[in-house]
Structures are given as C-alpha cells and as structure tokens.
C-alpha cells in the first residue's frame, strides 16, 4: 500500500468531513449561497485561505522538504484566457446543478442517487473538452493532460 | 438515529479543517489539493489513460467522510430527491437538467484547470493569479446565471 495513497485518504476524510457538516453536499445550500441569501459557505471558503495561505507560505520559505514528494513546490498559474472561459462555462453548470465537482460525490455518498447524473454528465464533459481541444490545438494531447492533472 | 452532530458545522470550524487538508497535502505529499482531478481519473481510465491513483483515494476519503456525517447527523438525502428542485420540476425534466449542469462543470474545469476546490481553496492559498481570475469569473458567472434561473422559474427556484 503506497503511502501516498494512505495520506490522501487521510486529508480526503478530512477535507470531506468538514465540506458535508457545512452542507455543501446538498443543493439548497449551495443553491441560497449563490443567490445571495447564506453567505456561510463564502466564509467557510475564506477562512480556509485564510488558514492554509500563511501556513504554506511560511513552509515554501523555509524550502520545506516534504516527506513524500521532495522540496515543497507550491503549483501557480499565470492567468490565461482559459481561466476566464472555462470559469464561464462552469459557473452556469454550477449554477444549475448547484453543485461543484465535490458537492456531487459527496451527495452521492450521503444517499443523494440523482449526484449520478451530473458525476455522469462531469465525466463526459472532461471527454468531451479534450476531443476538442485536442483536435483544435496541435499540442500533444499527453501532454496537455499532464498540464492539467496539476491541478 | 439520535443526531450525534448538528448541522452545520461552525464556519469558523469547518473553514480552518478544510485549510488543514489543503496545507496538509502540500506538507506531506507535495500535492495540490482540487476535487475535479478525480473525475479526471474516470475519463482518463476509460480512455485507457494512466491515471494517479492517489486521486481516487482522496475521493475515497472525502466520500467516506460524507457518509459518516450522513449517518451522524441522522440526515441521509434518501430517494429520488435533490433539494428544491426536485420540488418544483418533475422527475424527468430534473434528469437532463442536472446532465447538462454536469456536462457544463466539466468542460469547464477541465478547461479552466481546476475547480472550485483546486483553484477557489488551494490555489487561492498558494496565491495563483490564475487561479484568482478563475475563482472571480466562475463566482460572478455562478450567482449572475442563478439568479437568471430564478427569473425564468417566477422566483420557484
């Protein structure tokens, strides 16, 4: 058993224990965050920044050498056009399942059968944004997957 | 089922454990913490791709934990139901609703880089730009079209 593995099991149950007690497993909830109306989830989201930013801004200047994968190296990305486009596109799939990719298997594990349509749908739409792009764009697909898988 | 934990969480709790998860993954593993990834793995494992296995784990985690809180707060979200939708749009106008939502969130993170996890919480954390830009435009884009959605349902949704 990779220890990788066990680590991220570990921080999955962690993060996911703490995303389900706030509810964002459930459509209502998130459905009222975005209309305005229970700014709890925002400041869930805030102060989880507000907690993680510091910390690992202090470790990356201690160079902080991980256990597992060698000097901490902290993942940063340039704004792109892709980032506006694709925020677009998924901020209305947001919007209309109000759900974002954790609240769907969340919701599926507390019993929720229907979060099986849009995990369906999210699948596909991976698929389907890479048959795209890879046909649009001369880049080597691997590799392209491989930018992205960082994050 | 007595409710052993209240619902929900404090914020100020629930906030900071989550911040915790994303520091301890950079601490221990060097990994950028983000939800989306996972799915990445399905498609990839049916497209014959290799996939990174810790991904699912953490999937797996996060599920188990979702359960727990389930049976813990004596809130199981059992039977054909997802919140007020279901109450106000029929069965079989919520099914092709939620695939198409679905198809939407993963074109877009996929296109974007990452979702709201990866780049809304742990990006954020590790003051990516782009993830900023992300975060911002899929925000506005989220409570612009929800509130669109309310319009068009006469204020039913």
């Known amino acids: 058993m990779k220890r990788l593995n066990l680590v991220s099991l570990f921080f999955g149950g962690l993060f996911g224990f703490a995303f389900s007690a706030s509810g964002f497993n459930q459509y209502d909830v998130i459905h ?60 209305a799939g947001w919007a209309i399942t109000g759900a974002c990719p954790g609240t769907i298997p969340t919701a599926l594990a507390a019993g929720c059968l229907l979060a099986a349509v849009p995990a369906i749908g999210m699948v596909a739409g991976v698929v389907l944004h890479d048959a795209v792009a890879e046909r649009t764009t001369d880049r080597d697909p691997a590799m392209g997957s491989e930018l992205w898988s960082e994050a | 089922m007595p409710h ?98 679905g198809i939407l969130i993963g074109v877009g993170a996929r296109w974007a880089g990452a979702c709201t996890s990866g780049h809304g919480i742990t990006g954020c954390s590790t003051r990516s730009i782009g993830s900023m830009t992300a975060v911002m435009t899929f925000m506005v884009t989220a409570v612009a079209a929800t509130f669109v959605i309310r319009a068009i349902s006469g204020g039913a949704l």
Do not use: C
């Open chain 2, 4 to 101: 052993v934990l209240s619902l929900p969480l404090p914020w100020f709790v629930a906030g900071p454990l989550m911040g915790l998860s994303v520091v301890g993954m950079y601490a221990v593993t060097n990994k950028h913490l983000g939800i989306s990834g996972s799915f990445v793995q399905f498609a990839d494992a049916a497209r014959g791709r290799p996939i990174e296995s810790w991904r699912l784990w953490f999937l797996g985690g996060i599920m188990l934990s979702a359960a727990l809180v389930a049976i813990l707060a004596g809130y199981p979200q059992t039977g054909l139901r997802y919140g007020v939708l279901t109450h106000v749009l029929p069965l079989n106008a919520v099914i092709p609703f939620l695939f198409v939502g």
């Open chain 1, 32 to 91: 009222r965050m975005l209309l305005l109306q229970n700014f709890r989830p925002y400041l869930v989201m805030a102060s989880a920044v507000l907690v993680a930013a510091p910390l690992l801004w202090y470790l990356e200047r201690r160079q902080w050498v991980t256990p597992l994968g060698g000097v901490l190296e902290l993942r940063r990305w340039k704004p792109e056009r892709k980032h506006v486009l694709g925020g677009i596109v998924f901020g």
